[in-house]
Each structure stands twice: as structure tokens, then as C-alpha cells.
């Protein structure tokens, strides 16, 4: 999938013209190389972090985050517009606390993410199943996010292995956690360990359009899903493209859609490919019109 590609500036001036007027709004700067830290550019930024950007805005503010690779977890729990400039990378800082998350949307807040990639993998040496990163972009306690032309890729273990962690995006509850909501347009997501996108728990729902999600191909070690909808939640999936999971034992089926005891499910012009098993329905599935 081809990228909008916007230089840092251009992202904060749409953005500026197109969002509502916010009193005291503002525009701050990440970059990995300031000097002079003025917070007016990317060649004059006021942060080298995006967390610590995080930390210093105020609700409504924008972030810029210019080209460059941070190695940082980031939690955002504030109505925020993270901009970044497609070269703009989120990479694991190395091994995290088992079951934690990459970047993390936590509410109850309304957020902004474009033009960014998103990446592992993490190198483990644990044996056992620790589940030391859960998933590139977690949404949760009533948060939306609007996600758009972002890349999440190689969220797994390194090598690949058969636990049950690692997924490009989580939405709503994973064992704690209230429901979350996700708006996703332009996305791919790549090489995910267990499921591209998961959208679960009672109240949890996603909107999913042109959006790209793919496996690791045929493997022996893990039955992957590309997009999995469970346990109440409810999810409209539409002009997107699902493929290449596949699991070499058939003791467990690999799925481009898995859906059980959802509150429904929306799918709509799909594109199914070189998946062991396009679609997996049980328990209360059915359509779904009420995802945002």
C-alpha cells in the first residue's frame, strides 16, 4: 500500500485548517537530532522524545514528530494529534514488561495518528511464554483513535514463536482493561505473531477501510489471524485486504477473519488471499451497522 506522503509542516498546517479552534492549542516538535531546542521546527524542535512531548502538551495540542527512529514506549491519555512524516519510526527499546503494549491509547480521550511506522521485532531469550510485547498500538479505557497511513510491522517475537503474544493492534480488553474504539483508514499491518488486529470486549468497536493486513505466510509454528472480532465487540471491515495466514499442522486453522461472540460484524468488498481459511464464524456473528 502506497503512502500520502507530507513533509511535517504541510501535516500541522491541514491539520490546523481542518480541526475546530482550540484556545491555546498548540504545535510542538520532536526530532532526534535538536540543538536548539525553540520548539518551532523540525530543525528547531523542543523535544527529542515523543513521550516527553506527550507529557509537556495540553489537550488539543499537536505533535510533530519529524523523521528519525525512537526506541520508546509511548502512553498518551490526552486528546492529541500525533503527526509524523512517514519516516517517522516507533521501534521497540528492547525487551518490555511482560503483557505491555508499544504505543498506548488510554481514555477516556479522542486521538490523532498519521504517517508513521510502527515495528519490532523483539529479540527474547525467554523460553517460556512471557508475552514480553502484546501489541504495536493498544487501544483501551473508552479511547478513540483515528489511524491513519501507518505501518505496523514485525510485532513478534524474534525468532517467531508459538506464544500467544504479538499483535500489530489490540482493541478494548485483554484480560483488564475497558472497551476501546479504533477509526482505521490506510493502515497495513505486517508479519503480526498471533493477529494483525484484534477488536474485543463487550462495547468495544472498530470502523476498518482500506486497510492491508498480512501474515507471515505458511508457518508451522503459530496459527495466525489477520483480523479477529470476539467477545462482544462489533466491527465494520470494508475495501481492505486480508492475506498470507496459513498453519502448516491443521491441528489449529489459520484465518483471514475470525469472529466469535461478536455483537456483529460488517464486511464488506474484502479481499481474501493465500489464507488457509478466509473466514471463521461462530457464535453470534451476523451484521453489524452500528460501528462508528
Avoid at 526506541?71 to 527499546?93: A, D, F, M, W, Y
Avoid at 527474547?124 to 505501518?151: E, M, Q, Y
Avoid at 493477529?195 to 496459527?223: E, F, M, P, W, Y
Amino acid at each position: 500500500m502506497r503512502f500520502l506522503r507530507l513533509s511535517a509542516v504541510a501535516l500541522a498546517s491541514a491539520v490546523a485548517l481542518a480541526a475546530p479552534s482550540l484556545a491555546g492549542a498548540a504545535t510542538h516538535y520532536v526530532s532526534p537530532t535538536t540543538l536548539i531546542p525553540i520548539d518551532m521546527s523540525c530543525t528547531d524542535a523542543g523535544f527529542t522524545s515523543i513521550q516527553a512531548a506527550v507529557t509537556a502538551a495540553v489537550p488539543g495540542d499537536t505533535i510533530v514528530v519529524c523523521d528519525g527512529v525512537y526506541r520508546e514506549q509511548v502512553t498518551v491519555t490526552k486528546n492529541l494529534s500525533l503527526l509524523g512524516s512517514s519516516n517517522s519510526v516507533i521501534e521497540l527499546p528492547g525487551p518490555l514488561t511482560p503483557g505491555d503494549d508499544l504505543v498506548q491509547f488510554r481514555g477516556p480521550i479522542t486521538a490523532d495518528m498519521s504517517n508513521f511506522i510502527v515495528r519490532g521485532p523483539l529479540v527474547t531469550n525467554s523460553p517460556a511464554c512471557g508475552g514480553d510485547v502484546n501489541a504495536g498500538i493498544r487501544v483501551t479505557d473508552d479511547a478513540t483513535l483515528n489511524l491513519s497511513f501507518t505501518d505496523i510491522r514485525d510485532i513478534r517475537d524474534q525468532p517467531i514463536s508459538g506464544c500467544q503474544n504479538g499483535e500489530g493492534i489490540r482493541v478494548g480488553t485483554r484480560g483488564t482493561g475497558g472497551p476501546g474504539h479504533l477509526v482505521a483508514d490506510n493502515v497495513t499491518v505486517e508479519r503480526s505473531q498471533k493477529n494483525g488486529i484484534t477488536v474485543n470486549g463487550a462495547g468495544t468497536t472498530a470502523k476498518i477501510t482500506n486497510t492491508t493486513v498480512t501474515g507471515s505466510g505458511n508457518t508451522s509454528v503459530i496459527a495466525q489471524n489477520g483480523i479477529q472480532v470476539s467477545r462482544g465487540a462489533a466491527a465494520t471491515i470494508s475495501t481492505s485486504t486480508i492475506r498470507d495466514h496459513q498453519y502448516d499442522p491443521k491441528s489449529f486453522v489459520a484465518c483471514g477473519l475470525l469472529v466469535f461472540d461478536a455483537n456483529g460484524v460488517n464486511d464488506q468488498n474484502n479481499v481474501y488471499l493465500n489464507n488457509e481459511k478466509d473466514k471463521c464464524v461462530n457464535s453470534r456473528g451476523g451484521t453489524y451497522e452500528g460501528a462508528p
